[in-house]
């Protein structure tokens, strides 16, 4: 279907099953039972029918079901939803799906209005315990290059990867960072060792978004928290971490498309620095165009790269519902290797090691 359409009930319904699996793919049994009911309601006629009745978009790469659960949890976190809060873990309730789902239903009706505006709004995660994928691979750049980093982050959100190099890591049995940094990222790692002993040093950090979100506005966090699992408290506690970081180390965003930023910034080489150009689980909200102009830039980039100018492309990118792929291209030479593979909010990394 076409990204401007409005879906029909029956593709709204199986978009939010396909959702409902991954919730379940990525520990939240809250969200999965919750998106099942909505399913089995749109398909009824009920509320969330008529919600979702015309609104227009792709439901699933739009990600329709977390918009509605996304707007629903950020009432709750602002207190203004009290009869939800008892099942809402992130507010100190109990997790239950059975007995939440009449009050959410009673909540749509009484505030329908309310929740159709939060199905306009995208859906901007910034998973901060993603840095555990992509540190190894910063790591990688590093050791085979001898270069500080250039970094370039497509689909920033807030930022808040960023400033990978600057958090605290337990990756299974290996340590790396600061153990004075306020976030700590933790994760099961199973493969060989990542290059822990590379000097990792940030020359520079860009990103570019085209709504990119300033966390220094209680708003903004406050719906950057609402895209987290309310069951999920760890989850909660690094962001809240993360984003009290950024406050103080503002980083820098540009409010553009990522192709627009990739045609400006590998322009030309830039010597002494290692180009890292890098994104997570952005691919897919990219559209098909821009897609294969980033990657024409990327590569004609690439062509020109030299030992004093490496181009690196490192991603964290949807494989399957369950996990994405760490994938890693370096210039000279320009071989595409895969790295390994990692839980989509960070739980766990298996680590290949080979590759570029």
């Not at 009930?9 to 009911?37: I, K, M, W």
């Not at 008892?86 to 209005?113: I, N």
């Not at 004075?180 to 590379?198: C, F, M, T």
Request: glycine fraction near 10%; charge should be neutral; charged fraction near 25%.
């Amino acid at each position: 279907m076409s990204a401007a359409q409005v879906p029909t009930p029956a593709e709204v319904a199986s978009a939010f099953r396909f959702q409902a699996q991954g919730c379940r793919d990525t520990g939240s049994a809250l969200y999965a039972q919750l998106l099942d009911a909505a399913a089995e309601d749109t398909e009824r006629g009920g509320v969330v029918a008529r919600l979702v009745a015309d609104w227009s978009g792709h439901p699933v790469l739009d990600a329709l079901g977390l918009r509605l659960l996304g707007g629903i949890h950020r009432m709750v976190l602002a207190g203004s939803a009290p009869r939800l809060a008892p099942y809402y873990p992130s507010v100190g309730g109990v997790a239950d799906a059975a007995a939440l789902w009449p009050e959410l239903v009673a909540l749509m009706e009484e505030r329908f209005e309310e929740v159709r505006a939060a199905l306009r709004e995208r859906v901007q995660t910034n998973e901060v315990a993603r840095a555990a994928a992509l540190l190894p691979g910063f790591l990688r750049i590093a050791a085979r290059t001898g270069l500080q980093l250039r970094l370039l982050e497509l689909g920033s959100s807030a930022g808040l990867l960023q400033f990978a190099d600057r958090y605290r890591y337990e990756l299974g049995p290996h340590r790396w960072g600061s153990e004075a940094s306020r976030v700590k990222i933790r994760a099961e790692w199973d493969g060989p060792a990542p290059d822990l002993a590379a000097k990792l040093e940030v020359a520079s950090r860009l990103g570019c978004d085209p709504n990119p979100l300033e966390t220094g506005d209680p708003a903004v966090a406050l719906r950057l928290q609402s895209f987290v699992w309310p069951e999920q408290l760890e989850r909660m506690a690094l962001l809240r971490a993360a984003i009290g970081f950024a406050q103080g180390a503002r980083p820098r965003i540009e409010p553009i498309g990522a192709a627009r930023f990739l045609a400006r910034e590998l322009a030309e080489p830039v010597r002494g620095v290692a180009t890292v150009v890098f994104h997570s689980v952005v691919w897919w909200y990219i559209p098909e165009a821009e897609r294969a102009e980033i990657v024409r830039l990327v590569e004609e980039a690439g062509a020109r790269a030299a030992a004093d100018a490496p181009l690196a492309w490192l991603r964290l990118e949807g494989a399957t519902t369950r996990e994405a792929e760490i994938r890693l291209s370096l210039w000279p030479g320009g071989a595409d290797g895969l790295l390994g593979t990692a839980h989509y909010h960070g739980r766990w990394v298996r680590w290949a090691g080979a590759g570029s």
